[in-house]
T-cell receptor
Framework: GAVVSQHPSWVICKSGTSVKIECRSL??????MFWYRQFPKQSLMLMAT?????????EQGVEKDKFLINHASLTLSTLTVTSAHPEDSSFYIC??????????FGQGTRLTVV | GENVEQHPSTLSVQEGDSAVIKCTYS??????FPWYKQELGKRPQLIID?????GEKKDQRIAVTLNKTAKHFSLHITETQPEDSAVYFC????????????FGKGTTLSVSS
């Protein structure tokens, strides 16, 4: 199957700082990538849809100024958590669909804000 | 938008027993229904999927059934093994460019030996 690579796999940052997470499609081009957030023992909640060359579409309740998404190429989308706070600590995971319906996921990023 | 309900939230079975997880969806336009298995701290892995033009699909010990009229679909695992223990998520989507999977809340399956 297609490969989606996410980096870093874990990060610890101080409150008030920003963190950038990268998501790459290694063997296919992804016009659209998706960012999810997963709190412990909960489901994957869609945060935003990242569109190559245009603005991301955010789900209701997700602050676009806090979670900056950039999709500058067909193989790379980035999520920047700005001015991170402890409540932003979570598992962030990206996803992309190659052609058919099947979605491929990155490894996920465990963000801990201290 | 789509809303997916999943039950039960936890399921404990003895090794060798069968496990059934059920999901309902709200958007009748959805036409693709995958099931994912997620182990702690790892990415979800697709285990089986079904499209709306099919009522049932089987892959060894795993099967999925779909009832379009009732808008529900189920995952069946037979002869469960301890390594089946994980969190299982159902999802629904209208299969077209740019649409995102919407997940159920997940079922924690525990298989005891």
């Amino acid at each position: 199957g297609a490969v989606v690579s996410q980096h870093p796999s874990w990060v610890i940052c101080k409150s008030g700082t920003s963190v950038k997470i990268e998501c790459r499609s290694l063997d296919f081009q992804a016009t659209t990538m998706f960012w999810y957030r997963q709190f412990p023992k909960q489901s994957l909640m869609l945060m935003a849809t990242s569109n190559e060359g245009s603005k991301a579409t955010y789900e209701q309740g997700v602050e676009k100024d806090k979670f900056l998404i950039n999709h500058a190429s067909l193989t790379l989308s980035t999520l920047t958590v700005t001015s991170a706070h402890p409540e932003d600590s979570s598992f962030y995971i990206c996803s992309a669909r190659a052609s058919a319906a099947e979605a491929f996921f990155g490894q996920g990023t465990r963000l801990t804000v201290v | 938008g789509e809303n997916v309900e999943q039950h039960p939230s936890t399921l404990s079975v003895q090794e060798g027993d069968s496990a059934v997880i059920k999901c309902t969806y709200s958007d009748s336009a959805s036409n693709y229904f995958p099931w994912y298995k997620q182990e702690l701290g790892k990415r979800p892995q697709l285990i089986i999927d079904i499209r709306s033009n099919v009522g049932e699909k089987k892959d060894q010990r795993i099967a999925v059934t779909l009832n379009k009229t009732a808008k529900h679909f189920s995952l069946h695992i037979t002869e469960t093994q301890p390594e089946d223990s994980a969190v299982y998520f159902c999802a629904a989507i209208l299969d077209q460019a740019g649409t995102a999977l919407i997940f159920g809340k997940g079922t924690t399956l525990s298989v005891s030996s």
